[in-house]
Nanobody
Framework: QVQLVESGGGLVQAGGSLRLSCAAS????????MGWFRQAPGKEREFVAA????????YYADSVKGRSTISRDNAKNTVFLQMNSLKPEDTAVYYC????????????????WGKGTLVTVSS
């Protein structure tokens, strides 16, 4: 069982940056594909980014491509999401997730979820 704890959310002005972190418990972190998802008020949860086991492949939603970077540190059991040029429409609860494989839709291959961290972007 993997437990995921997100941090790094907060209030930021449009155009600003945030770095989200997700710390995972357990000794099998490197065996998981890691992903970030978000859910805005009144909307469904959507895929943001994912990274494969050793970081060799990264995937992004069109809405964040070019503004966000996903990375991981397997020695520290942590995955990061660096978000730049934030927009008010990026406001959402951001969730970290772990899965054993890549696939589409991304949420279907994720087995473990964190409780989320809130990102609020003011205009």
């Amino acid at each position: 069982q993997v437990q995921l704890v997100e941090s790094g959310g907060g209030l930021v002005q449009a155009g600003g940056s945030l770095r989200l972190s997700c710390a995972a418990s357990g000794r099998t972190f490197s065996q998981y594909v890691m992903g970030w998802f978000r859910q805005a008020p009144g909307k469904e949860r959507e895929f943001v980014a994912a990274i494969t086991w050793n970081g060799g492949a990264k995937y992004y939603a069109d809405s964040v491509k070019g503004r966000s970077t996903i990375s991981r540190d397997n020695a520290k059991n942590t995955v990061f999401l660096q978000m730049n040029s934030l927009k008010p429409e990026d406001t959402a609860v951001y969730y970290c997730a772990a899965g054993r494989s890549t696939g589409s839709p991304w949420y279907k291959v994720m087995d473990h979820w964190g409780k989320g961290t809130l990102v609020t972007v003011s205009s």
